[in-house]
């Protein structure tokens, strides 16, 4: 028995413990659906890269020079085709000063995201499968000889038939009837899940 210690009394009995360290736990708040809309936007990029739209007109207040002095491609000063070259990748390397017209678009996926009405992961999958469809029509133009990327998907897919002198016949018309058939599904998935109603770059 240490000395002093009451017979019947356990050892450390009276000792003061040091009191347990609970570790603060860091809450991350869930994205808001504005958050989640932003983001399914710069991860997407339809809209400059000359799938939904052929070009983009400035309109007052747009900062020619400065647009142009940031790599924007302007024609007369007045408006820059598609594909935009700012893009990279999918995501626009000017997009703190990007022109007005491209500051008010929102899709439609953006507009059911940011309202809460769809979640993201169901946007991702419809712009996943305008990728999918996007790629089928460049391989059918690329077989054409429609290999300049440089210019809008439907302007490209316009000169491929228009250089058809009649209708085509063997191989060919397998081709172009494929051609017309995936730019037929392409455009009626981007009208009913992409344009709305005020497209503002649609004002070309």
């Known amino acids: 028995m240490a000395s002093g210690q009451r017979p019947g009394t356990p050892a450390?009995?009276?000792?003061?413990?040091?009191?347990?360290?609970?570790?603060?736990v860091e809450v991350i708040p869930a994205p808001t659906p504005a958050d989640?809309?932003?983001?399914?936007?710069?991860?997407c990029?339809?809209?400059?890269?000359?799938?939904?739209?052929?070009?983009?007109?400035?309109?007052?207040g747009d900062n020619?020079?400065?647009?142009?002095?940031?790599?924007?491609?302007?024609?007369?000063?007045?408006?820059?085709n598609?594909?935009?070259t700012a893009l990279c990748g999918s995501q626009c390397t000017i997009y703190?000063?990007?022109?007005?017209?491209?500051?008010?678009?929102?899709?439609?996926?953006?507009?059911?995201?940011?309202?809460?009405?769809?979640?993201p992961l169901s946007a991702s999958g419809r712009i996943g499968e305008v990728r999918c469809q996007v790629a089928g029509i460049e391989a059918l133009l690329a077989a054409a000889g429609a290999t300049n990327r440089r210019k809008p998907l439907a302007q490209r897919y316009a000169t491929v038939m228009a250089a058809v002198p009649g209708p085509p016949d063997g191989g060919n018309a397998l081709n172009y009837s494929s051609l017309t058939g995936a730019m037929d599904l392409l455009q009626s998935t981007l009208r009913e899940h992409f344009r709305v109603e005020a497209d503002p770059l649609r004002s070309v």
Do not use: H, W
């Not at 809209?47 to 070009?55: A, I, M, T, W």
């Not at 000063?97 to 009405?117: M, N």
């Open 82 to 84: 598609q594909p935009c």
């Open 64 to 80: 020619a020079k400065a647009l142009s002095a940031k790599g924007l491609k302007l024609k007369q000063r007045r408006f820059f």
């Open 36 to 43: 989640a809309a932003a983001a399914l936007c710069l991860d």
């Open 96 to 119: 703190g000063d990007r022109p007005t017209r491209c500051r008010q678009f929102e899709c439609r996926q953006y507009q059911l995201v940011a309202a809460g009405e769809i979640p």
């Open 12 to 24: 450390g009995a009276g000792l003061s413990l040091p009191a347990p360290q609970v570790k603060a």
């Open 45 to 60: 990029g339809l809209c400059c890269n000359g799938v939904l739209f052929d070009q983009v007109r400035l309109v007052a």
